[in-house]
């Protein structure tokens, strides 16, 4: 079950929206208008067809009109809780993976991709490409001079204006060693 629950998810995942709430509701109502669907259909089945055969020990309800209706609302409200909650769940799941998968490919300091990010998106144009490295010269001085929060501000300086003129997908910081 488990396997299933995880397959279900995670196609949930790939092919409906699940960024804010709007995505949750719309995703609870339709599973649950099948689900109050699928039990109207079982009641049915069971107390009309099996019922009626003899084949349990179901008594028939006196009014079947208002049992469908007892069914739907019961089945309808009960399933539309769980499926927003099972909603809720997978957005926060869609939101923790989208999150990490950003966090995988940025660097923290500066903001710019990284080296897996860089090379990935070089690597998926199919074409030839340069790769230019900048080095700041005595860049261990100014850590060792002015400290490390302020090598830090270089570096975020340096980024901005690199990401202004060259654009932010042309520049990344592959290393991060003084």
Known sequence: MTAFTQRWIRHELETRPFSNRIDVVWFAIKRSA??????VALNFF????????????????PDVLVDTVVTTCVAGSISLMCFYIVGMAIRDIAISRDEFERLSRTDPLTGLMNR???FDQAN???RDYVLVL???????????TYGHARGDEVLVALAEMLGRHLGRHAVARIGGEE
Request: charged letters at 20%.
């Open 34 to 39: 099948w689900t109050t669907v699928v039990a």
């Open 46 to 61: 069971v107390y009309q067809v099996v019922g009626r055969l003899g084949l349990s020990g179901a008594v028939m309800p």
């Open 116 to 118: 897996r990010a860089f």
């Open 124 to 126: 998926s144009t199919g």
């Open 134 to 144: 900048l080095d700041i010269d005595r860049f261990k001085a100014i850590n060792d």
